[in-house]
């Protein structure tokens, strides 16, 4: 059975409210986020796809970038560890929202959970409390 994608506007949602708190230079216009089904990869909860640089000059295109999210996986997960998994992602996007990526020596757990500790303080200090 071939992998299904769905847009997941519930996490495009929130991926976009983590983005205007964490990471302003991401254009979210150019972020889609999905659910795929079906994957045969193990271990893997989700990723960060982007539209290379060649591929962006042969369609006369900015960079894309869509972050998929393995439903079999990251649906089972609670809550924090889904905005965790999400942070990830996101912080795969480089500054220059260009194409290219931040690797796993930027993208580590360590920071993962800073960027985490982060985006809860500036919720509760806008009132948006879990």
Not at 61 to 80: C, G, T
């Amino acid at each position: 059975m071939p992998i299904k994608y769905q847009f997941a506007p519930n996490l495009q949602k929130q991926a976009v409210q983590i983005s205007k708190k964490l990471f302003p230079h991401i254009k979210i216009q150019d972020m889609r986020c999905f659910r795929s089904l079906g994957s045969k990869s193990r271990g893997t909860i989700a990723r960060c796809h982007a539209l290379g640089k060649i591929m962006q000059l042969a369609l006369c295109r900015n960079a894309v970038y869509v972050l998929e999210f393995i439903s079999e996986r990251f649906d089972k997960l609670p809550d924090d560890e889904k905005t965790k998994v999400i942070i990830h992602e996101l912080m795969h996007i480089p500054k220059t929202f260009g194409g290219g990526f931040k690797h796993h020596d930027f993208v580590t757990e360590k920071n993962v959970n800073k960027m985490y500790d982060k985006y809860i303080e500036m919720k509760e200090k806008d009132g948006n409390n879990l």
